[in-house]
């Protein structure tokens, strides 16, 4: 098995003690104190992520006259400076080669966020598409780390010259934290205010030491995957693959069909044709947590898969997030989940599962 890659706060997890994960390609931490504990700092005060793992490119050239344009949904051409959004890099067939957040630097630069496991197979797409422009994968220089909670703005206040008040929801600026460059973006998956930094190797660990300093709670994979199945945030290879369309994973809503791009025709025939099948969003209405892999039922079928699943502490119930077949699937009718162990009964329910009081 190949070895796992380390991101530049490995040293600063192992002082803190974190249980460790293979996640990706790479070893990350999954916890510290504990997945509720984090989980609740997130919540009600601060929280801090290494997310050093994930991928950075940089593209710099002509937006419209490259081909970068066509690499994916989102339309980088129409995109304002200083805003990022999120969006898919398709295949032909439409099937998800990853879901990934673009940042507008200026009218012909771009910063391209990818997931870690999926950093090669983008930078090749990406590339082989890309008729001129210069297009480079940063990723093993630039490390990131989120703090996320309704405090993290003031502990961020305090290591940032930027007026953080100035930026809205997926604005962000190019500014200087503990004297080195540093991108901060108004961005999270927790639904809690929070930013995303930016920042080179050598600055990362003493930016970490900072806002620990400051009272941020370390948290790990494991707080993060629940902070994000509350808010329904689908997670690539769960509820997105390459055999799996935006379409069929109820996200739609970032798919437009104003231009070209690839996958755009195969979207347009689902489109047209209805899609196979849907992702679902479900309750236990207890505390059993249903998990990745778990079978769903109706009607004594078999009609899918659980994507995701976890207990939510904010909710108090199990929770998931399931790809069913269109054909099979009738809405109103009973559902349940079943494993080796047996069978629970599950209830359909809308997105998110958590909603601020």
């Given at each position: 098995m190949?070895?796992?890659?380390?991101?530049?706060?490995?040293?600063?997890?192992?002082?803190?003690?974190?249980?460790?994960?293979?996640?990706?390609?790479?070893?990350?931490?999954?916890q510290?104190?504990?997945?509720?504990?984090?989980?609740?700092?997130?919540?009600q005060?601060?929280?801090?992520f290494?997310?050093?793992?994930?991928?950075?490119?940089?593209?710099?050239?002509?937006?419209?006259e490259?081909g970068?344009?066509?690499?994916?949904?989102?339309?980088?051409?129409a995109?304002?400076?200083?805003?990022c959004?999120?969006?898919?890099?398709?295949?032909e067939?439409?099937?998800?080669?990853?879901?990934?957040?673009?940042?507008?630097?200026?009218?012909?630069?771009?910063?391209?966020?990818?997931?870690?496991?999926?950093?090669?197979?983008?930078?090749?797409?990406?590339?082989?598409?890309?008729?001129?422009?210069?297009f480079e994968?940063?990723?093993?220089?630039?490390?990131?780390?989120?703090?996320?909670?309704?405090?993290?703005?003031?502990l961020?206040?305090?290591l940032?010259?930027?007026?953080?008040d100035?930026?809205?929801?997926?604005?962000?600026?190019?500014?200087?934290?503990?004297?080195?460059?540093?991108?901060?973006?108004?961005?999270?998956?927790?639904?809690?205010?929070?930013?995303e930094?930016?920042?080179?190797?050598?600055?990362a660990?003493?930016?970490?030491?900072q806002?620990?300093?400051?009272?941020?709670t370390?948290?790990?994979?494991?707080?993060?995957?629940?902070?994000?199945?509350?808010?329904?945030?689908?997670?690539?290879?769960?509820?997105?693959d390459?055999?799996?369309?935006?379409l069929?994973?109820?996200?739609?809503?970032?798919?437009?069909?104003?231009?070209?791009?690839?996958?755009?025709?195969?979207?347009?025939?689902?489109?047209?044709?209805?899609?196979?099948?849907?992702?679902?969003?479900?309750?236990?209405?207890?505390?059993?947590?249903?998990?990745?892999?778990?079978?769903?039922f109706?009607?004594?079928?078999?009609?899918?898969?659980?994507?995701?699943?976890?207990?939510?502490?904010?909710?108090?119930?199990g929770i998931?997030?399931?790809?069913?077949?269109?054909?099979q699937?009738?809405?109103?009718?009973?559902?349940?989940?079943?494993?080796?162990?047996?069978?629970?009964?599950?209830?359909?329910?809308?997105?998110?599962?958590?909603?601020?009081?």
């Amino acid at each position: 098995m190949d070895q796992l890659k380390r991101t530049v706060l490995f040293e600063k997890h192992q002082q803190l003690q974190a249980k460790s994960i293979g996640f990706g390609g790479w070893e990350m931490p999954v916890q510290y104190e504990g997945i509720i504990k984090e989980h609740q700092a997130c919540r009600q005060d601060a929280a801090l992520f290494d997310i050093s793992h994930m991928g950075e490119f940089f593209y710099e050239g002509n937006l419209e006259e490259s081909g970068v344009n066509e690499v994916s949904t989102t339309d980088f051409v129409a995109l304002p400076v200083g805003k990022c959004k999120y969006g898919f890099l398709l295949n032909e067939k439409g099937g998800v080669i990853d879901d990934l957040i673009v940042y507008k630097l200026s009218p012909n630069r771009l910063m391209f966020v990818v997931n870690a496991a999926r950093i090669d197979a983008d930078f090749q797409q990406i590339k082989s598409h890309i008729k001129s422009g210069i297009f480079e994968d940063k990723s093993n220089v630039t490390a990131k780390i989120d703090i996320q909670g309704p405090k993290s703005k003031a502990l961020l206040q305090t290591l940032c010259s930027f007026d953080l008040d100035e930026l809205q929801y997926f604005g962000f600026t190019e500014t200087t934290l503990l004297d080195a460059p540093a991108i901060v973006s108004r961005t999270g998956y927790t639904g809690e205010l929070g930013y995303e930094l930016y920042i080179d190797n050598e600055t990362a660990p003493k930016l970490w030491d900072q806002l620990i300093a400051l009272g941020a709670t370390p948290a790990g994979l494991g707080a993060r995957d629940v902070l994000r199945m509350e808010m329904g945030y689908s997670l690539y290879g769960h509820e997105l693959d390459e055999t799996i369309t935006p379409l069929e994973a109820s996200l739609g809503f970032f798919v437009k069909f104003n231009r070209p791009y690839i996958g755009k025709e195969a979207l347009e025939i689902q489109k047209k044709e209805g899609i196979p099948r849907k992702i679902i969003a479900f309750s236990t209405r207890t505390k059993r947590a249903p998990r990745h892999g778990f079978e769903i039922f109706q009607n004594g079928q078999k009609i899918g898969m659980v994507t995701s699943g976890t207990f939510s502490p904010s909710v108090g119930e199990g929770i998931g997030l399931g790809l069913v077949t269109c054909a099979q699937y009738q809405q109103g009718e009973p559902l349940e989940i079943k494993n080796e162990r047996g069978a629970v009964a599950i209830y359909e329910t809308t997105l998110p599962f958590y909603k601020k009081s």
